[in-house]
């Protein structure tokens, strides 16, 4: 049931456990002076508190515009059955990964919850909660919060530095080294990833020269080689773009095929059908590959 309640009554102490984006609060806002609050703010009504779960970014615009009573619902009169209510009924939209891996954390640390308990409650797999416990285990406190600030990008994170720590032994210490260089620098997802490659796989000389700050330098350089190659003929110049393709989107399946939020029956059939053709191309493929690298290597 909804109701009006004061914003000055309200408990913050969930709000590092979203996501922060100041786009999207931007739009948000203007969104609010024009219309008004459409969705009430979601969280729990204990007797000594009204502890908010969900509508941080709603009661940002809100106070902003010095708004001081809120459209409100109280989703549980208990902080652990209010936190399983709101994974139960966000969808993937509404709470990212990350953010479902900070709440179950606080379910399993706090309330003493096992991840049998947290799945049977949620009614979903012991798999699905223990992919998101994992998760917080991969990163440094550092990188946790540069992410939950929205200094860094979740998804360069979720599906470029855990690419690197898997494929290539690369440990959460030295991923956080390369966040403390890049974070906060107004880099797209893109230009993060290609940074990564060249931290993480190019020269010591690169590698430094990101350290040290010059992080615009070192990204020009990646970028001036990827589309000069003017010693290369185009036919050499198309299979290099092709393996560099082919890099980028093993490391990419790599990843995404750990999320269990792919269920529908469509996906399983089209994806059984694509990843039957690929296993019997493997053999031949793997072969053609090595056969490349030895001849690179020789030459």
Not at 236 to 259: F, G, N, P, T
Request: with cysteine; net charge positive.
């Amino acid at each position: 049931m909804t109701e009006q309640v004061e914003l000055s009554s309200i408990d913050l102490r969930y709000q590092a456990y979203r996501i922060r984006n100041q786009y999207a609060e931007k739009c948000l806002l203007q969104s609010i002076v024009e219309n008004g609050i459409r969705d009430p703010l979601q969280g729990i009504d204990t007797k000594d508190s009204r502890i908010l779960l969900n509508g941080f970014k709603r009661y940002r615009c809100a106070k902003k515009l010095s708004m001081g009573i809120v459209p409100y619902c109280s989703l549980s009169n208990d902080e652990a059955l209010g936190i399983l209510e709101l994974l139960r009924i966000a969808n993937a939209k509404s709470l990212t990964i990350l953010e479902q891996a900070r709440l179950i954390d606080e379910l399993r640390s706090v309330y003493g919850m096992s991840n049998t308990d947290i799945a049977g409650v949620l009614e979903k797999s012991k798999a699905w909660v223990s992919v998101r416990t994992g998760l917080l285990g991969e990163m440094t406190p550092y990188v946790l919060d540069k992410i939950m600030r929205g200094i860094f990008p979740a998804y360069s994170w979720l599906y470029a530095m855990r690419q690197f720590m898997r494929v290539n032994s690369i440990s959460k210490e030295e991923v956080e080294n390369f966040v403390r260089a890049v974070a906060g620098k107004g880099l797209s997802t893109r230009d993060i990833e290609t940074l990564a490659h060249g931290y993480f796989k190019g020269s010591q000389n690169l590698r430094q020269q990101i350290i040290s700050g010059k992080v615009s330098w070192a990204l020009g350089q990646m970028k001036q080689s990827q589309v000069s190659a003017s010693d290369c003929s185009k036919l050499e110049q198309a299979m290099l773009r092709d393996l560099e393709i082919v890099q980028k989107y093993m490391c990419r399946i790599i990843a995404k095929s750990q999320d269990d939020r792919h269920q529908s029956p469509s996906f399983y059939a089209q994806s059984n059908l694509l990843s039957g053709g690929i296993l019997r191309n493997m053999a031949s493929f793997s072969t053609a590959v090595k056969a490349c690298h030895d001849q690179s290597r020789q030459a």
